[in-house]
């Protein structure tokens, strides 16, 4: 059984997660199928924006956390890098040598990273400091 307090906070992770990448990932299709912006560069842009709308978001609403904030942007950003990471290498991998279609490998990327970016917000991000407080 779930503990209700990392359900709610899961919960409200997704829809954080949901309303900014369906956002982002609309920009992410008019820069790199419209503008013609190189998908992995479209990719680079679009992360960066939401780094920062989601760590607001989430310290916030998601995970209430009360702790230091500036400890825990720059343990958001590290999540956020790696998250960056695995995603680049989900399309270097996938679509520069398997020649999937950029699109619906960035659509199956956010899934992957956003589950892994859970586990480490809620672990490490905004609870390392015994600070955080469950919502």
Not at 50 to 57: L, P, R
Not at 63 to 78: E, K, L, P, Q, T
Not at 82 to 110: C, T
Request: proline residues 2%; contains cysteine.
């Amino acid at each position: 059984m779930i503990e209700p307090a990392l359900r709610r906070q899961f919960v409200r992770f997704a829809i954080v997660g949901v309303i900014s990448n369906a956002l982002l990932y609309i920009v992410y299709l008019l820069l790199a199928r419209y503008a013609g912006l190189e998908p992995k560069l479209a990719m680079t842009l679009v992360y960066a924006g939401g780094v920062i709308m989601s760590f607001v978001a989430n310290r916030s609403w998601s995970f209430g956390h009360s702790g230091i904030a500036r400890r825990a942007f720059v343990r958001y950003v590290a999540t956020s890098a790696f998250g960056y990471l695995l995603n680049l290498a989900l399309l270097v991998v996938l679509v520069d040598r398997a020649g999937m279609p950029h699109e619906g490998v960035q659509a199956g990327a956010i899934v992957i990273v956003a589950v892994c970016t859970f586990l480490l917000s809620r672990y490490w991000v905004f609870a390392a400091d015994g600070l955080s407080r469950t919502v």
